[in-house]
């Protein structure tokens, strides 16, 4: 089985600025037998895949209908892949890989990003081989500069030079063109805002009798978000937060959970907590307070169920020894069928009792 755990090595780099957009392409290129493409590339617009290219038809397939004014702009500028198909098979041959040593992932994420104010960034491209990273390189237009880290191969001023060149005139300024146009093209998708719903949430635990918060953003866009956990008007630890991953919600939104545990003497400490979230939607950052004091919602009616339960056990042993105490009865003399006489005054009282508890058990759990 081929793992492409490469790509979460890949996707861990942080490469996109807030309220940036970026372009990138992830480029897969596999050595040994798999029912997978030999070379496929997808492309993405921040979140949005637009593209997909393989090496089975050697032709790009566009989300939606492409403008026809941009067909052979976009014919043109999808040689680059052949182009990064043909480095990745020179890289395969000089490492020696082959169909008889199994199976072998390369991969890179490329791309460029554009800046806050229209102004062309960085671009990025970031190699792995077998889920193992084998080169970071960044072009920076505006230092005119180049920023590699590669271990295993020796750079000298030449080939320095001719990679800044080809990246400087071909790769970056392609890059660029083809994320404006597609920014333009998909800015009712990409450049959508929608405000983030925030959600404070309180778990007695009843092990430690302690308690664990929780601040919940969820059904934001685009999904850069800013949230915090303070104690004591204090950022805690981020080695105390559980959490903080960006998930994505099933309607294109984003979703953000961040957990804290706090122990039965910090509560008897009264700490203040609370919580405050940043996000490009939001004039002003929000800053929501626990009430730590409260007492849990959910743990009541939790103890409100058992409470029940245990009556109802209790009602069902009770009804078993009536049960068995009328049995008794008619073996003791009298026919079968026959009635045994009234139930006994304080076995009649008990039940009554009981119903009349499990009753106004039952309503106060549904309140």
């Not at 702009?73 to 020696?96: G, L, P, R, W």
């Not at 970056?172 to 959508?192: A, T």
Request: include cysteine.
């Amino acid at each position: 089985m081929v793992k492409f755990d490469t790509v979460l090595i890949l996707f861990s780099h942080p490469c996109v600025s807030t309220g940036s957009h970026s372009l990138m392409a992830l480029v897969t290129y596999i050595v040994g037998q798999t029912p997978f493409p030999e070379f496929s590339v997808v492309l993405m617009l921040d979140d949005l895949q637009i593209m997909y290219y393989d090496s089975i038809t050697w032709k790009p397939v566009y989300r939606s209908h492409s403008d026809s004014k941009y067909y052979d702009e976009e014919q043109s500028d999808a040689v680059i892949f052949q182009d990064m198909y043909n480095e990745m098979k020179t890289f395969s041959v000089k490492k020696h890989l082959n169909i008889t040593d199994g199976v072998h992932v390369l991969q890179s994420l490329t791309g460029c990003e554009l800046l806050n104010d229209d102004k062309p960034g960085p671009l990025h491209i970031w190699n792995a081989m077998d889920r193992q990273n084998i080169m970071e390189f960044t072009y920076d237009l505006e230092k005119n500069d180049i920023q590699m880290k590669k271990s295993w191969i020796p750079w000298n001023q030449v080939k320095l030079l001719k990679l800044k060149s080809i990246h400087e005139n071909v790769y970056h300024p392609i890059c660029i063109k083809v994320l404006r146009r597609y920014l333009k093209m998909e800015k009712n998708n990409v450049m959508r805002k929608v405000k983030p719903r925030v959600r404070l949430m309180k778990k007695t635990l009843t092990d430690s009798q302690g308690l664990q918060i929780s601040c919940l953003a969820t059904g934001f866009y685009p999904r850069h978000i800013n949230l915090t956990l303070f104690r004591d008007d204090q950022p805690v630890d981020d080695d105390q937060i559980t959490g903080g991953q960006i998930l994505p919600n099933g309607d294109r939104t984003y979703q953000m959970r961040k957990s804290l545990v706090i122990s039965a003497e910090e509560l008897r400490e009264k700490h203040k907590y609370n919580c405050t979230m940043k996000h490009l939607n939001l004039d002003n950052k929000l800053d929501i307070t626990f009430d730590v004091a409260e007492p849990d919602p959910g743990s009541s009616s939790l103890s409100a169920v058992i409470s029940v339960l245990v009556l109802m056990c209790v009602a069902v042993l009770i009804i078993t020894a009536i049960i068995k105490w009328r049995r008794k009865r008619r073996a003791a003399g009298r026919g079968p069928g026959t009635f045994a006489g009234p139930l006994p005054g304080d076995l009649l009282r008990a039940l009554n009792n009981l119903n009349t508890t499990l009753l106004t058990s039952t309503q106060h759990t549904r309140k």
